[in-house]
């Protein structure tokens, strides 16, 4: 069946240090993959997608790359911002005839960006 | 453009109430989806609709829970007898077909159940 794994959290960070949230997934077929970030209190904003192997999505600083070969989508950022605290999520759509159907994420990420 | 209106944005009801969520697409999006976050979890996929259509219902529990997406207003989830441990967030999500594209789906803020 088609999954979505990603780092537990919290992951604390300094302001300005590295991000990397790690996302491997298993799925038949050839999906899109998806970052979701959800800020307190809020839904989920699309951060950035990639649809085919060896995309690169990018987005505020923060990018993934499509790796078919080691099923990732790992995120990253090289400098954090205090606003960067969130939950991510990792994502995969299952297409129905071309059109994305339903998103199957993973458990999310809970960043805290500390000053 | 309005993004995903849902309403209401919290909701609290006795165990054995109902509880009716409402969410109305994206302007020109024919196609929602529902999905529950439980605490600590990520999303679940429940339904996915088109206009007066149940496309996949593969993730809703097969008893109290009922969707739907009429061809006027918005679209419904109905939790019938709720007990406790349908608290949660529940999020709606819309996108458009056009054809062999692939779009995103489009996030409202969610309704946040809480069973007492």
């Known amino acids: 069946g088609n999954s979505v794994t990603q780092m537990e959290g919290p992951v604390t960070l300094s302001e300005e240090a590295f991000l990397t949230i790690n996302c491997t997934y298993t799925a038949t077929g050839y999906p899109s993959l998806f970052w979701y970030v959800q800020y307190p209190g809020e839904g989920l904003q699309l951060l950035l997608k990639a649809t085919k192997a060896d995309d690169k999505g990018s987005n505020k600083g923060f990018e993934a790359t499509y790796r078919k070969e080691t099923t990732s989508f790992h995120l990253e950022k090289g400098s954090v911002q205090v606003s960067d605290s969130a939950v991510y999520f990792c994502?995969?759509?299952?297409?129905?005839?071309?059109?994305?159907?339903?998103?199957?994420f993973g458990k999310g990420t809970k960043l805290s960006v500390k000053p | 453009n309005a993004g995903v209106m849902q309403n209401p944005r919290h909701l609290v009801r006795r165990r054995g109430q109902e509880a009716r969520l409402r969410c109305s697409p994206m302007?020109?999006?024919?196609?929602v989806y529902w999905y529950r976050q439980l605490p600590e979890e990520g999303l679940k996929f429940m339904v996915y609709l088109q206009k007066e259509n149940i496309i996949d219902e593969s993730g809703m529990p097969k008893e109290r829970f009922s969707a739907e997406f009429p061809k006027e207003g918005p679209s419904i989830l109905r939790i019938q007898q709720v007990v406790r441990g349908d608290s949660a967030a529940y999020f709606c999500a819309s996108s458009f077909r056009p054809g062999a594209q692939v779009t995103e789906a489009f996030f409202g803020q969610g309704t946040r159940l809480t069973v007492v």
């Open positions: 302007k020109g999006h024919s196609h």
């Open positions: 994502a995969l759509s299952v297409n129905y005839g071309g059109s994305q159907g339903n998103l199957i």
